[in-house]
């Protein structure tokens, strides 16, 4: 229909292209607006984008006060999957899908809008108006880095590093719950510092057997995207990256979209996920404590103070790690021949991350412009990570 393409590039005023859509018969429009929806998701799912990024990305920039947006999408989602076996979509996309419940739930894509009218309890306008929202954000996305086959590619068997195992995962998972509930410093410590030991002893294991007479050798580094929420966006960037680089990762940042693509083997990108997850609970945590009173007066100063304190906490988390892995290695390495293997790994993940990105910018590093928030970062970094 003219009417939506013209009202979402823009060619017509928003609210003039609303009234022109309100006053238009149903029948019309609602087949039309969905079939509008579901073309703008194909279309970005064959450019690289997985669910779970969309969803971000939509409730990123349409809001988290119009909740519909991302209902909407899921929906779409769902729809796009129904041409789809499920055996042959990749097992990683799926998973997100299922992880949002994108499942079909309306009788007929032609009374979509007027059955979502009716299950919201809304009128029809205002869900004419959230549509129009979703395709509008959809519109502003381009075309990304495709790390996982979409629905309709060719699948091919999967060449991705083991996961860590499940067993593993869940002790991981326990110490670091454990890690961020706790009010004692000494105990976060402990029980961080015990995850990443497990961590380092499990992908120190899996790179022995990997180069071991040619074991793994079909196993190839892989590539994952995470998200990094505002605000202060750049600083929790820099802590991501902290963590990626000391377990063997490496990272690219999109500030435009808000995420970072980690690059790695499939088990140390697991180990940088869990790890930069628990890492940012126990910043805000201890940020929070040692800041300074808001209000107008204090406000610029808090924000100061924030931004020094997250710059000063992903350096000394990455000055630590560091260091734990170096000492990992050499304990490792005194009794195998792990180091040729280590760094043959990180040429094939730098070689992966070449493909994908062949250019790229290096970043700005951010300001630090409050001495109590840069000292308050170290002493929180020096408590949550282990010595």
Same mark, same amino acid.
């Given at each position: ?13 928003? =609210? ?7 006053? *238009? ?5 609602? #087949? ?16 690289? $984008? ?19 947006? *991302? ?19 990749? %097992? ?12 079909? $739930? $309306?009788?007929?894509? /032609?009374?979509?809008?007027? %059955? ?26 381009? #075309? +990304? ?39 004692? #410093?000494? =105990?976060? %410590? ?32 892989? /590539? ?10 750049? =600083? ?32 140390? +990108?697991? *180990? ?53 892995? =170096?000492?990992?290695?050499? %304990? ?25 990105? #062949? ?24 408590? *949550? +990570?282990?010595?």
């Amino acid at each position: 229909m003219k009417q939506i393409d013209d009202l979402v590039r823009g060619a017509v005023a928003y =609210e003039d292209g609303l009234d022109l859509l309100a006053v *238009a018969p149903a029948a019309e429009v609602d #087949p039309a607006l969905f079939g509008a929806l579901a073309d703008a998701v194909a279309r970005l799912v064959r450019g690289g $984008w997985q669910p779970a990024e969309l969803h971000r990305a939509v409730v990123r920039r349409g809001g988290t006060d119009r909740p519909l947006l *991302a209902a909407a999408l899921v929906d779409a989602i769902a729809a796009l999957l129904r041409g789809y076996a499920r055996r042959s979509v990749d %097992e990683r996309w799926l998973a997100q899908a299922d992880e949002l419940g994108a499942a079909v $739930w $309306w009788s007929a894509d /032609a009374s979509y809008v007027s %059955e979502l009218t009716a299950r919201r309890r809304l009128d029809r306008i205002s869900v004419v108006d959230d549509l129009l929202g979703l395709l509008v954000v959809l519109r502003a996305l381009h #075309p +990304i880095e495709v790390l996982v086959p979409p629905p309709g590619s060719a699948l091919v068997p999967s060449t991705k590093a083991s996961a860590v195992d499940s067993r593993l995962l869940d002790k991981v998972r326990a110490l670091l719950a454990k890690a961020e509930s706790t009010g004692y #410093p000494a =105990e976060a %410590e402990t029980y961080t510092a015990k995850a990443q030991e497990l961590i380092a002893r499990h992908a120190i294991d899996e790179a022995l057997l990997a180069g071991r007479d040619g074991a793994g050798a079909d196993v190839v580094p892989f /590539a994952r995207r995470i998200g990094v929420d505002h605000p202060y966006e750049n =600083e929790k960037a820099s802590l991501l990256d902290a963590v990626a680089e000391a377990n063997r990762c490496h990272t690219v940042w999109s500030p435009d979209y808000g995420f970072a693509t980690v690059f790695g083997f499939d088990a140390d +990108i697991d *180990a940088v996920d869990l790890l930069y997850t628990s890492l940012l609970v126990q910043a805000g945590r201890a940020m929070a404590k040692a800041e300074p009173p808001g209000g107008k007066a204090g406000r610029a100063r808090l924000k100061t103070f924030r931004q020094s304190f997250l710059v000063a906490y992903a350096v000394r988390i990455g000055e630590r790690l560091a260091r734990a892995t =170096e000492l990992a290695i050499e %304990e490792a390495a005194a009794a195998s021949d792990l180091l040729p293997v280590l760094r043959s790994r990180d040429e094939q993940v730098r070689e992966t991350m070449a493909k994908i990105f #062949p250019r790229t910018v290096r970043g700005r590093g951010s300001r630090v412009d409050s001495l109590e928030g840069w000292e308050s970062g170290r002493e929180a970094a020096d408590r *949550a +990570i282990l010595n």
